[in-house]
Nanobody, 127 residues
Framework: VQLQASGGGSVQAGGSLRLSCAAS????????LGWFRQAPGKEREFVAA????????LYADSVKGRATISRDNDKKSGYLQMDNLKPEDTAVYYC?????????????????????WGQGTLVTVSS
């Protein structure tokens, strides 16, 4: 089971980025998908999550209204669209899944729920 996050980069405040998470090695539709981030010197924090079928989403208050999480189960991929980026959004962004939690139907914000993590993609927002 592997997750490959991509799409990070350097942008100015107010800009946008679309992060992607490509899964392989398991049926992608089995798991809720979560995005987390970790800024330098800070703990990893929840950003957004989406249910297995894409019908339910959950966002951290810090990104609500600026982030949109989505997924394409046919392509085994998840996405995080970030708009109106702020310097405080600067962090390494990680996608995560839990292929064994097949009974979980709601998006999860608890990082301990997730067992497989991608390698992270760096987002840098300058003022």
């Amino acid at each position: 089971v592997q997750l490959q996050a991509s799409g990070g980069g350097s942008v100015q405040a107010g800009g946008s980025l679309r992060l992607s998470c490509a899964a392989s090695g398991y049926p992608f539709i089995r798991s809720n998908l979560g995005w987390f981030r970790q800024a330098p010197g800070k703990e990893r924090e929840f950003v957004a999550a989406i249910s297995r079928n894409g019908g339910s989403t959950l966002y951290a208050d810090s990104v609500k209204g600026r982030a949109t999480i989505s997924r394409d189960n046919d392509k085994k991929s998840g996405y995080l669209q970030m708009d109106n980026l702020k310097p405080e959004d600067t962090a390494v962004y990680y996608c995560a899944v839990n292929p064994r939690a097949i009974l979980s139907t709601l998006p999860q914000s608890d990082p301990t729920f997730y067992t497989i993590w991608g390698q992270g993609t760096l987002v840098t927002v300058s003022s």
